[in-house]
C-alpha cells in the first residue's frame, strides 16, 4: 500500500475522492510523521489533533454518502502563526502574543477550511516575522530538515520546513519580502508569493495594517509540487470582501508569448556560481520545451529597495514599544539594523517613497508587455548559514543585499514563484520566476517546466 505522505496533495485529494484512500488514513499517517519529526524541526508550534480527526471524519462520512467533495477534501495543511484561526493564538512569534486568540478565521484560512482542508498545526515564524531565519523566544528554534545548520528560511521558515518533511502536503505562508519564497528555496521546496489582491487576508485580532504591509503583504502556499501549488493557490484566492484590496480577477489570463527574460545578476548585484549555474540550467529545459528565452535589459530593481525597507520600517517603527517589551535578542538586533539602513520617514518622505513605487509599476508592466516572465535569482547566495543575520552587522547588510531579488517585487505587488531545480548538491537550490499581476498562471506554467517533483525528507541531522 502507498504511504500516504508520499504522496503530493493532489493525489491524495483524488484518491479520497475515489475510495481508494479515507481522509482518517491519510490524517494518521501524517499524525505520526508530525510525531517522528517534529521533535527535531520545531516546525509545527501548535497542534490540533482533536479538531483535525474530526474534519476528516466529516469527509470520510460526506464521501460514504455520496457528496461531492471540494478540491483539498482530505489534503493535510499548515497554517502559520501569524494569521487568525478561530480558538488558536495568534502569536507572530511573540510571548505578547501568547494569548491572543482568534474569534474568527483569517480568509486564507476559511478558504482552506471551505476547500476541504485538514489543517493539522500551525508553524512557526521569527518574531514579528521579521527575518529571513526562524527563531523566536516562545517557541523557539525552527530546524532545517536538508540541512540543520542552514536556515530554513524565513519568516514562513516553519512552513517551508514543515511541507518539505511530509508534515502536510500544503503549507500556509506570508510574504512581504520572501517570506514564502525564501523558505521554499531554502527548504528544497515550491513556493508562491500571489499577487496584491489575489488571495483575501485580515487579521480581526490585530485590525487593518498601515499602508507598507497594505501594499506588500500578501498570503501564499508551499508545497512539494507545482499542480500543489495550482490546487492550493486555487482554494486560497475564493473572494473574500473582508480585505479591501481584494480583486476577483480570474485565475487564468490571456494567452501570452512563452517569452523569458533572464536577469541574472539584477542591477550588477553579487550572484553566487551556484545560482548563476541554477539560472543557465532553467533557461536551457526552457529552451528545449520551445519557450524563448532571451537577455533583454530590465528595469531598475535596486532604487525600489531602499522604498520597500523605508515603508516597511514605517509599519515597525509604530511598535517600536511592542518591539521593547518583547525583546527577543533577535528582533532587537534586526530591528536596530533596519533602523540602521532606513531613516525614518517624513510625509514628504513618504510621498516621495510611493512616487518611486508609482514609477517602477509603470517600467515593470511596460516591460511584462513584451517580456511576460522574468527568470532571476530567488537570492544572490546560495542558502544561508543558520542566523548569520544577526552575528554582526556587516553580516546583517551581506544578507540583505542578496536579498535584492525577494524585497523589491513586493513593492510592485508582483506575484512571484520559487522552484526548486536541484537537490544533488550540499544544499538546496532553485530559481525564481516573476510576472505582471495576476499572472499566476504564467508563473505556474513556467515552473512546471524546469520544477523538480520533490519527496518528502527526514531530517538529516539535529542541533542540541
Request: charged share 20%.
Amino acid at each position: 500500500m502507498t504511504d500516504p505522505i508520499t504522496l503530493s496533495a493532489t493525489a491524495i485529494a483524488q484518491a479520497i475522492r475515489d475510495g481508494d484512500l479515507g481522509a482518517k488514513e491519510v490524517l494518521d499517517a501524517t499524525l505520526s510523521r508530525i510525531d517522528e519529526e517534529n521533535p527535531q524541526l520545531n516546525a509545527i508550534v501548535a497542534r490540533m489533533d482533536d479538531e483535525a480527526r474530526a474534519t476528516a471524519h466529516a469527509i470520510d462520512s460526506a464521501r460514504l454518502r455520496g457528496d461531492d467533495l471540494p478540491p483539498l477534501a482530505g489534503v493535510p495543511v499548515t497554517v502559520k502563526v501569524n494569521v487568525d484561526q478561530m480558538g488558536q493564538a495568534t502569536t507572530n512569534g511573540l510571548r505578547l502574543q501568547s494569548g491572543l486568540i482568534g474569534d474568527e478565521d483569517n480568509p486564507v484560512v476559511a478558504n482552506l477550511r471551505r476547500a476541504g482542508a485538514v489543517i493539522v498545526g500551525r508553524t512557526n515564524t521569527p518574531a514579528f516575522s521579521l527575518r529571513w531565519f526562524t527563531r523566536n523566544s516562545l517557541h523557539g528554534q525552527t530546524l532545517n530538515p536538508y540541512d540543520a545548520l542552514l536556515t530554513p528560511g524565513g519568516s514562513s521558515g516553519g512552513a517551508g520546513a514543515a511541507v518539505a518533511a511530509g508534515m502536510g502536503a500544503i503549507a500556509h505562508g506570508t510574504d512581504i519580502a520572501g517570506s514564502i519564497r525564501y523558505p521554499a528555496y531554502a527548504c528544497g521546496v515550491h513556493g508562491l508569493r500571489p499577487s496584491l489582491g489575489r488571495v483575501p487576508a485580515f487579521n480581526a485580532t490585530a485590525g487593518d495594517r498601515h499602508i507598507g504591509g497594505q501594499l506588500m503583504a500578501v498570503s501564499g502556499p508551499l508545497a512539494r509540487t507545482i499542480p500543489d501549488l495550482r490546487l492550493a493557490f486555487t482554494a486560497m484566492a475564493a473572494p473574500d470582501l473582508r480585505d479591501p484590496w481584494f480583486m476577483p480577477v480570474p485565475l487564468v489570463g490571456p494567452p501570452a508569448h512563452r517569452r523569458v527574460a533572464l536577469i541574472e545578476a539584477p542591477d550588477g548585484m553579487a550572484v553566487a556560481t551556484e545560482v548563476r549555474t541554477a539560472l543557465h540550467a532553467a533557461a536551457a529545459q526552457l529552451q528545449a520545451q520551445g519557450w524563448e528565452v532571451d537577455i533583454p535589459t530590465p528595469p531598475p530593481l535596486r532604487e525600489g529597495l531602499a522604498v520597500q525597507i523605508a515603508l516597511w520600517m514605517a509599519d515597525m517603527r509604530r511598535i517600536e514599544e511592542a518591539v521593547l517589551r518583547e525583546d527577543d535578542p533577535d528582533a532587537r538586533f534586526i530591528y536596530d539594523q533596519f533602523c540602521r539602513i532606513s531613516p525614518a520617514l517624513s510625509a514628504d518622505g513618504l510621498m516621495d517613497a510611493l512616487r518611486v513605487r508609482s514609477r517602477l509599476v509603470r517600467l515593470w508592466r511596460q516591460f511584462f508587455e513584451e517580456w511576460p516572465l522574468v527568470l532571476c535569482p530567488v537570492s544572490g547566495a546560495v542558502p544561508f548559514a543558520n542566523n548569520i543575520d544577526v552575528r554582526s552587522p556587516e553580516d546583517f547588510d551581506q544578507v540583505i543585499e542578496a536579498q535584492l531579488p525577494q524585497i523589491v517585487p513586493p513593492l510592485m505587488g508582483l506575484p512571484g514563484l520559487a522552484v526548486t531545480t536541484d537537490l544533488s548538491g550540499p544544499t538546496p537550490m532553485g530559481v525564481q520566476f516573476l510576472a505582471a499581476p495576476f499572472r499566476e498562471d504564467l508563473l505556474l506554467a513556467a515552473g512546471q517546466a524546469v520544477a523538480l517533483e520533490v519527496p518528502p525528507i527526514r531530517a538529516r541531522a539535529t542541533i542540541a
